[in-house]
Structure formats: structure tokens, C-alpha cells
């Protein structure tokens, strides 16, 4: 059974927490005597009601940092990053915001898909997903000058998998990816992917922490890309769980650094 003390802890892991939780009520038979009465019907039809109804407003957002500076001959290098699940843009651009001062344009979307909470959001539908991107990156573009050889496409969690995962389908061309704490509990999608010939020359920096319970996902795609000669680069963080690194900053400067480099 999982560690439910340790999902409660951990705000980012509200998704595999209502999962686990699930789970253990279907397995010790645990049923709340309120479930046949009428007052618990109505509270689950009023909260039906409410994500419909946050379902129907919400539309996709896009917040950004620009540098200071102005582009060189090229224009400005891109860091498009996908939050994870249950969370927003708001949440997640702090975390990304200073590569701003190191002259990066930092776009962070932010879902139309309802999460399980209110104001956080999910990128569970890949084709939306794709569709959003796409629509945020030709914003982007026309807002200012964007050097589309320099695109890095990266995220947290549920964010990171699709950065993983548009570029090697074909929905969207990017010059590296940087997942951070990807779910990953397999890589037999990117296999099959990565077997047929995509992804050739996309660069990737994969950040995992050794206690998430992705990390064998994430050791298993670094070794995907590696024996079919993809430029890559594994960065396991000791004592790190479904988290961002306390060194941000710096995991960030050394990760775009290699995902940009000649």
C-alpha cells in the first residue's frame, strides 16, 4: 500500500494522493455510512455542478517574462514550460521566472482542462494539450522575436511528460527538453517512438529526484535516448521526492546551457 503520509505531505502530489486514497478504501472495505443518504447525493451533485460550470469558463492562459535586454541577431532564446497537474501558471512561474535575467523569454501556459481543485488545472488530454501549445507558441512569436532554433520545451510532473511527450509524436519542434519529475511509471510509448526514428536530434536534461516514484522511469528513458545516440543528460537528485531542487536556479543555468549548446 502507498505511504499516504508521505503524499499528504507533498502539495504536488494531490493527484496520486486522491488515487491512493481510493485505493485503500476499495481494499479495506472502508464505506462512510453517509454514502446512501440523501444529503451526501446532494453534495455530489453540487460538486458536479461546480466543475461543470469551472469546466465551461475556464480557457487557456499564458503568462511570461521577458528580458530586459534586447534580442541578438537571432532573437530571443524560448523556455516554454508546462506545469504539472492540480497546479497553474502562477504556481509554477517563480520556479523558471530568473532565466529571465539571463536573457530568455519564459512563457508559462497554463491549462483550459479543470483540475481537482479549485484554479488548478491538468494537461491530461495530449491532443488539447498539443492544440493550447501550439496556439501560445504562435502568440509568443508575434508578440516578439523568438530565435526557433533555440526553443526549449520544459515542464514539472504531468507538465513534464508532455514536454517529453509532443516533441517525439511530431506535435511540436523544440530544440531540447528539460523534464523535471516527470511521471513516468513506463517509457513504452517513447520506445516505440524513439524505435521508429523520432527524435533524432532533440536534446533532453531529465531532473529527477532518487525518492520520486518515477525514477526508474526517468533512468529508463535517459537510457532509451542514450543507446539510440540522442544527446542527453541525467540529473538524480539525493533525498529529492516529487519535487523541484532547492538549487533551481542553477539546475536551470546548467541545464540550458547544455540543451542550446553547439
Do not use: C
Request: glycine share 6%; net charge negative.
Amino acid at each position: 500500500m502507498r505511504d499516504l503520509a508521505r503524499l499528504r505531505a507533498n502539495p504536488r502530489l494531490r493527484g496520486p494522493l486522491g488515487l491512493a486514497e481510493a485505493q485503500q478504501h476499495a481494499q479495506t472495505g472502508q464505506q462512510d455510512a453517509a454514502v446512501d443518504s440523501a444529503r451526501f447525493r446532494d453534495i455530489v451533485a453540487r460538486a458536479d455542478a461546480r466543475y461543470a460550470e469551472a469546466a465551461a469558463a475556464a480557457r487557456p492562459k499564458l503568462m511570461f517574462a521577458m528580458p530586459d535586454e534586447p534580442p541578438d541577431a537571432f532573437g530571443y532564446p524560448l523556455l516554454l514550460v508546462l506545469h504539472g497537474n492540480n497546479s497553474n501558471a502562477s504556481e509554477t512561474a517563480p520556479y523558471w521566472s530568473s532565466m529571465a535575467d539571463a536573457g530568455w523569454v519564459v512563457a508559462v501556459p497554463q491549462s483550459s482542462e479543470v483540475g481537482m481543485t479549485p484554479d488548478t488545472y491538468v494537461w491530461n488530454d495530449r491532443e488539447r494539450t498539443a492544440s493550447e501549445l501550439l496556439t501560445h507558441l504562435e502568440k509568443v512569436k508575434h508578440s516578439t522575436q523568438i530565435d526557433v532554433g533555440r526553443i526549449v520545451l520544459a515542464g514539472f510532473s504531468m507538465g513534464a511528460t508532455q514536454a517529453i511527450a509532443l516533441p517525439l509524436a511530431g506535435k511540436i519542434k523544440v530544440r531540447g527538453i528539460f523534464p523535471i519529475a516527470a511521471w513516468l511509471p513506463h517509457v513504452r510509448e517513447f520506445t516505440r517512438l524513439i524505435e521508429d526514428g523520432a527524435g533524432r536530434m532533440l536534446r533532453s536534461y531529465i531532473v529527477v529526484g532518487d525518492q520520486d516514484q518515477s525514477a526508474d522511469g526517468a533512468r529508463a528513458l535517459y537510457e532509451l535516448f542514450s543507446a539510440h545516440g540522442m544527446r542527453t543528460q541525467l540529473d538524480v537528485r539525493e533525498g529529492l521526492d516529487h519535487d523541484y531542487p532547492p538549487d533551481i536556479h542553477a539546475t536551470l543555468v546548467r541545464a540550458l546551457e547544455f540543451l542550446t549548446a553547439p
